[in-house]
């Protein structure tokens, strides 16, 4: 994601490697984009599923954005409901 983001590529217990946030977040905070035009990020690739997400993506124009959908805490993984996320691809 490079430096400007505030993530990392680590070891998950849910499937393989997940995306974890190095600093807390508060809801409703951007944390990364996931995709940039037609381009997918790190976030887009490694952001793992969860049924009680900590995160939802956004799309505005052609990019979708991460946002903190409940307070996360530093080194936290960062989870998003996948079927939701479907819904933007509609």
């Not at 997918?40 to 009680?52: F, K, L, P, Q």
């Not at 959908?69 to 933007?88: G, P």
Request: aromatic residues 12%; charged residues 25%; glycine residues 6%.
């Amino acid at each position: 994601m490079g430096p400007l983001y505030d993530v990392t590529i680590l070891f998950s217990d849910i499937d393989g490697l997940g995306m974890f946030s190095t600093v807390a977040y508060d809801n409703g905070e951007m944390i990364c984009p996931a995709r940039v035009g037609e381009y997918r990020t790190e976030a887009g690739r490694y952001i793992n599923h969860s049924d009680v997400p900590n995160v939802k993506m956004v799309q505005d124009d052609n990019s979708i954005w991460v946002y903190a959908c409940k307070e996360i805490k530093n080194y936290e993984e960062l989870l998003v409901n996948y079927e939701e996320n479907l819904k933007l691809n509609e």
